[in-house]
């Protein structure tokens, strides 16, 4: 059985998304950034990174966004969360993927996480700042020239989905408004209405 370590509001949710669309049979463990328990000596061993989310398999701890979502849709096949029977498409899905978790992603942590670029107020200030355009250009790149539509890859649901969808939760507390990209606006909205998004979220509320 799988284990996803998850903390609400993070990057874990798009891969607890893929495991329950994925039908895989797995447990959950939150951790409370509060009580700093992603720094426990429990926790760094098994992910030293002091991060979620991270996938416990029966080969190993997997942890970075992309790598998980390839290996649930790789080890569940039969739920088609990717094109495995195209090596460019599936090329196409990891560099999507890789784009949200090296760019957006990134952008997004300038808000809250400026001492890892930075050490003086001033500078966590200008990042703060910047944060509504960076992130909103990001965003208007995705909508212009990487949605295909009606999903991220075009007609297939694919892994690519959860993850725009965890990453478009945040626009709003960066400062960006999620009507200046319709399309991205009308996928969230889709997604929310999943049985498998609307499982996870309530399960993640708990």
Not at 26 to 51: G, H, M, W
Request: charged share 25%.
């Amino acid at each position: 059985m799988l284990k996803l370590y998850y903390a609400p509001g993070t990057c874990a949710l798009a891969s607890h998304i893929a495991l329950e669309e994925a039908g895989a049979d797995y447990t959950t463990e939150r951790l409370y950034f509060k009580a700093n328990q992603q720094n426990s000596p429990e926790y760094l061993e098994i992910n030293p990174k002091a991060r979620v989310p991270s996938l416990v398999t029966k080969r190993g701890v997997l942890t970075e966004t992309p790598a998980m979502l390839a290996y649930i849709a790789q080890t569940f096949p039969k739920a088609k969360l990717a094109p495995f029977d195209d090596v460019f498409a599936f090329a196409e899905v990891q560099s999507f993927n890789s784009y949200l978790c090296s760019t957006v992603h990134v952008a997004h942590a300038h808000k809250l996480r400026g001492a890892r670029w930075a050490s003086e107020e001033s500078s966590f200030a200008d990042m703060k700042r910047m944060i509504p355009k960076t992130v909103g250009g990001c965003f208007a790149l995705i909508e212009q020239k990487m949605f295909r539509g009606p999903w991220v890859m075009g007609e297939s649901y694919t892994i690519c989905d959860p993850y725009l969808f965890t990453i478009a939760q945040w626009l709003e507390g960066d400062g960006v408004d999620i009507k200046a990209t319709p399309k991205v606006a009308d996928h969230f909205k889709r997604m929310a209405e999943r049985p498998a998004v609307r499982k996870v979220l309530d399960a993640e509320k708990v």
